[in-house]
């Protein structure tokens, strides 16, 4: 038993869409682990500069510093996620501004076919950084179930948000990547145990997507490296996430950067239009 990998190929890059026996193995194994890994879906040159990018921006911030950062007052883009885990929102410029990051062809084609065609939006883009001496974090859902109080409901029902996860470094088991319940998006109740966590390590241009129902939890860094790991996440149109984003608009992109992007790309964004307003007029 293991997590399942999907194999992405330069050709599948080139043309932007993976090929049909290959997208039928990603949609099986998001059916019935809620978890999957699509194996150089990125140029690893490109994650490179996005770390250093990454490194430029917060590479100064000792984790003192970063949870100082943190307990600033709201809205703020830190935000504590754990001891020694910090959520960062990224301001979407340079290469997190870049269409063939948050509209890659590859998984917008795959997610469209999940969460609703041209109604799916952007509804975040965060780092969470680990920092050495980092404990295992809390195990945990991205978001409770939806109709709490009728448990069998919100396993039963279609995909309703995914979170996309691209780790800009690798990331073996010292440094810590993340652990799942494959098919914990389908549990009435948490039976979560650490006897059947499945883990492995991560490399620099895979990508993770998880049902926000997947059970999952940040392992320890026992390791001298900062761990940055970029979080995407994809909804359908009705979808909020109240809870995670309360304190922050979580993408961060100015309204004339969504006005300039193509139209296909403005109803992505629609969402992160919506907020951008919110946040330049303070309410």
């Known amino acids: 038993m293991g997590l399942p990998i999907v194999i992405v190929t330069e050709g599948d890059r ?3 869409a993976l090929a049909p026996d290959t997208t039928m193995a990603a949609y099986k194994a998001l059916h019935e682990d809620g ?3 699509l194996r150089g879906a990125f140029p690893p040159e490109a994650i490179d500069a996005l770390h250093g ?3 430029a921006c917060y590479g100064n911030f000792d984790r003192s510093q970063m949870q100082a950062m943190s307990e600033r007052p709201p809205p703020n883009p830190v935000q504590k996620a754990g001891d020694g885990r910090f959520s960062i929102a990224i ?10 990051l948050f509209a890659n062809a590859i998984l917008i084609n795959l997610l469209r076919q999940l969460l609703g065609g041209n109604i799916m939006r952007l509804t975040s883009m965060t780092a969470v950084a680990s920092y050495p001496g980092a ?3 809390h195990v945990h859902r991205d978001n409770p179930p939806l109709f709490e109080e009728f448990p069998h409901i919100g396993p039963a029902l279609p995909f309703y948000a995914v ?6 470094i690798d990331v073996d088991h010292a440094i810590g990547p993340t652990g799942f319940w494959p098919g914990s998006h389908r549990w009435e109740t948490n039976q979560s145990s650490p006897e059947t966590m499945q883990s492995i390590p991560f490399q620099r241009g ?3 997507l998880v049902d926000y ?5 940040g392992l320890p860094n026992a390791s001298r490296t900062i761990r940055p790991i970029l979080y995407l996440v994809y909804s359908r149109e009705w979808f909020v996430d109240d809870g995670n984003d309360r304190q922050r608009v979580p993408l961060d992109i100015t309204v004339e950067d969504i006005l300039a992007l193509p139209q296909n790309l403005q109803l992505l964004m629609l969402r992160a239009y919506q907020q951008a307003v919110r946040a330049r007029h303070h309410v």
């Not at 129902?213 to 939890?217: E, I, M, Q, S």
């Open 14 to 16: 080139a043309t932007g």
């Open 53 to 55: 990018e990454f490194t």
């Open 206 to 208: 895979d990508c993770v």
């Open 91 to 100: 301001r979407m410029t340079g290469g997190f501004g870049q269409s063939d």
């Open 213 to 217: 129902r997947t059970v999952h939890v």
């Open 135 to 137: 404990q295992i974090q």
């Open 35 to 37: 978890v999957v890994i």
């Open 163 to 168: 979170t996309v996860s691209i780790p800009l």
